[in-house]
Nanobody, 121 residues
Framework: QVQLVESGGGLVQAGGSLRLSCAAS????????MGWFRQAPGKEREFVAA??????SYLDSVKGRFTISRDNAKNMVYLQMNSLEPEDTAVYYC????????????????WGQGTQVTVSS
């Protein structure tokens, strides 16, 4: 069992930045690949970013703007979001996966409750 709690969401103007944080409760945090998904109103949950033992992966539309990182000593994963656009508005979910190879919403092992990110135009 792994519990994930997101924080750092909020309202920001287009072009601004936010840093999302995800705190994990398990003692085996370093054994999991970590990722972020998002779900906009009326849309399906989509992959945003992930970090595993091979490196990082990003949704094409956020490459160069978003950066995922982790601090295993603190059991934390972060998503730095710069140059935010209204299209980035969504609930952002932290995810943990034992394999970290296939980042599909229906295959993720553990989910956080989500944090709302709203980008105004």
């Amino acid at each position: 069992q792994v519990q994930l709690v997101e924080s750092g969401g909020g309202l920001v103007q287009a072009g601004g930045s936010l840093r999302l944080s995800c705190a994990a409760s398990g003692r085996t945090f370093s054994s999991y690949a970590m990722g972020w998904f998002r779900q906009a109103p009326g849309k399906e949950r989509e992959f945003v970013a992930a970090i595993n033992w091979s490196g990082t992966s990003y949704l094409d539309s956020v490459k160069g703007r978003f950066t995922i990182s982790r601090d295993n000593a603190k059991n934390m994963v972060y998503l730095q979001m710069n140059s935010l656009e209204p299209e980035d508005t969504a609930v952002y979910y932290c995810a943990a996966d034992r394999r970290g190879t296939t980042w599909r919403a229906d295959r993720v092992d553990y989910w956080g409750q989500g944090t709302q990110v709203t980008v105004s135009s």
